[in-house]
């Protein structure tokens, strides 16, 4: 069976918002899940209501990729064989100067544990990590939308 919801999911500063140009194509609706629900209100719902909003876009696309900050538990209710996850990966020490290039705060910086969570929660479901420590560049763009024409086949 053809994976129908490709997930392209990665830690703050990965390069998430940066490889969504790349991944422009008339083969699958694109969601953003930054901006799938905006203004955020501040609300502790906003990020269950912004996964709806981007599940409801994908449901009405054959192939649909969803890219943000998305962890795998919280899909718990897609079978596994319908979803593909694409984990883009970088040091720590690269997601420190990322971090602090754009100004986010020192606890954000430091933290290490998005990664290690979204890292537990993909051990036993399909995924491909893509390795984005040396930036984001045409090859990388070019790499996963081979994944994800590769997945919907």
């Known amino acids: 069976m053809q994976t129908v919801l490709i997930i392209v999911t990665g830690t703050e500063g990965a390069g998430k918002s940066s490889i969504l140009p790349y991944l422009v194509s008339p083969?699958?609706?694109?969601?953003?899940?930054?901006?799938?629900l905006?203004?955020?209100?501040?609300?502790d719902q906003w990020y269950g209501q912004t996964l709806r909003v981007c599940l409801e876009k994908a449901g009405k696309a054959e192939h649909a990729v969803i890219v943000g900050l998305i962890y795998p538990r919280t899909?718990?209710?897609?079978?596994?064989?319908?979803?593909?996850?694409?984990?883009l990966e970088l040091t720590q020490a690269e997601r420190a100067r990322?971090?602090?290039?754009?100004?986010?705060?020192?606890?954000?910086?430091?933290?290490?544990?998005?990664?290690?969570?979204?890292?537990?929660?993909?051990?036993?479901?399909?995924?491909?990590?893509?390795?984005?420590?040396?930036?984001?560049?045409?090859?990388?763009?070019?790499?996963?939308?081979?994944?994800?024409?590769?997945?919907?086949?």
């Open 27 to 36: 083969r699958w609706q694109l969601i953003d899940f930054d901006n799938a």
């Open 38 to 43: 905006r203004p955020w209100d501040g609300s």
């Open 75 to 87: 899909l718990r209710h897609i079978p596994r064989e319908d979803v593909l996850f694409i984990l």
């Open 98 to 153: 990322r971090l602090t290039k754009r100004n986010d705060s020192e606890g954000l910086i430091t933290d290490s544990s998005t990664a290690e969570t979204l890292r537990e929660q993909l051990r036993g479901l399909e995924y491909i990590a893509v390795d984005v420590t040396n930036g984001l560049s045409d090859n990388i763009g070019k790499k996963i939308v081979e994944i994800i024409e590769k997945a919907i086949e």
